[in-house]
């Protein structure tokens, strides 16, 4: 089967395009594989972070993508329809992760030959910080496509609700990013980070966003005794002068360390190595990407009920499910984490779990949705 791939690739960073290399290397394994990617993402005026890029200490995939598409120039919207067209590819595959994008990928789709069918990844259907134009865009987007992939039964469940039709769907799940190498003693990545090593050492991974509930845990830490210690570690999108704020209200300088950066690739496996537990206080979510990093290096982690998160936390087996993103459940939960679960227990429960969520399994799962259509 010929099978061609539309989304963002190397030189672009970040979870979106560490995913579709995994899919890339997976499907070529037994598949005809041709990558699409964009030749300007996003405009650099509207780029929250500091770069789009990859670094020279990101261990990126360097799929042999065709960089074609510019998301704000619709003449290169038939541009990448044409090329794609000419690989002549039996299935197209697009993922979505943003409305802002699903205009040019959705003009692109439209374009392509008849006789592919066209199916849209969907890492979630609506954001998490609502815009008034997102539905109407997402819209747009899916009714290219002839059938769809979800990673969550939320993803699945809304996309029902913003685009009903009798069309196939195939639910299958986020598997492990284990690209970042293995796992540290703890004490050598707690040297390397400069974070002490006789305390419960929690963190806080990823982008920072309003919906990632940031300020629900450093008030939970609050609640705590101070035997516990945090670490922050991702760039901020948005404004860090709240959380800076709210530490010092909180007066938890001493403990709390706070790395306000991307973190390159190079440097993940200290985070999670150096952490007892990885904490999730999500107000909204579909799936997580953290939790998938975290479970690789054997790092418990405690979400909050939302979205598809329970979907691949197994409570009080993998971690713990708190109900709502509150500081008060969030404490609570991690002082059950402590308290009530044993370490080693708890590390063989994640080592079965990843025997499920391979990449590998992904991959044969994926083949076989293709095939049927």
């Not at 005026?45 to 120039?73: C, H």
């Not at 541009?79 to 802002?100: C, G």
């Amino acid at each position: 089967m010929k099978i061609a791939l539309l989304s963002a690739f190397y030189p672009y960073r970040g979870g979106i395009s560490q995913f579709g290399a995994h899919v890339f290397r997976q499907l070529a394994t037994k598949h005809s594989v041709t990558a699409f990617t964009f030749k300007r993402q996003y405009p650099s005026v509207l780029f929250p972070g500091k770069t789009q890029l990859v670094t020279e200490e990101d261990m990126a995939d360097k799929i042999p993508a065709s960089r074609l598409l510019d998301s704000i120039n619709p003449l290169s919207f038939g541009k990448t329809a044409r090329k794609i067209n000419e690989s002549r590819p039996d299935v197209l595959i697009t993922q979505y992760w943003m409305p802002f994008l699903a205009p040019s990928m959705g003009s692109v789709t439209g374009r392509v030959n008849r006789k592919t069918k066209k199916l849209a990844l969907l890492h979630n259907a609506l954001p998490h910080e609502a815009g008034i134009l997102d539905k109407v865009m997402l819209r747009y987007y899916l009714k290219k496509h002839d059938g769809f992939i979800v990673l969550s039964e939320s993803v699945e469940n809304d996309l029902k609700r913003v685009y009903p039709g009798n069309y196939p769907v195939c639910r299958l799940f986020h598997p492990l990013y284990d690209h970042f190498g293995e796992k540290m003693s703890q004490e050598d990545a707690c040297n390397e980070l400069q974070i002490p090593t006789d305390k419960k050492v929690l963190l806080f991974f990823g982008l920072i966003r309003d919906y990632k509930g940031l300020d629900i845990l450093i008030d939970a830490l609050a609640e705590l005794d101070a035997s516990y210690h945090l670490v922050i570690a991702g760039e901020c999108y948005g404004d860090r002068t709240k959380y800076d704020a709210l530490i010092d209200e909180k007066q938890l300088h001493e403990r709390i360390t706070f790395h306000e950066e991307y973190i390159p690739d190079n440097r993940v496996a200290a985070y999670f190595s150096a952490a007892d537990l990885c904490v999730l206080p999500y107000r909204s979510a579909t799936q997580s990407g953290i939790t998938m990093i975290s479970l690789h290096f054997n790092t418990p982690v405690l979400a909050t009920q939302v979205g598809g998160l329970a979907e691949s936390i197994e409570d009080g087996k993998t971690g713990i499910l708190v109900e709502k993103a509150t500081s008060i459940k969030v404490a609570k939960g991690i002082r059950r984490y402590f308290e009530d679960m044993d370490s080693s227990d708890v590390e063989q429960h994640i080592e079965q779990v990843k025997q499920e969520l391979s990449w590998e399994n992904f991959g044969t799962q994926l083949s076989a949705f293709c095939k049927s259509l």
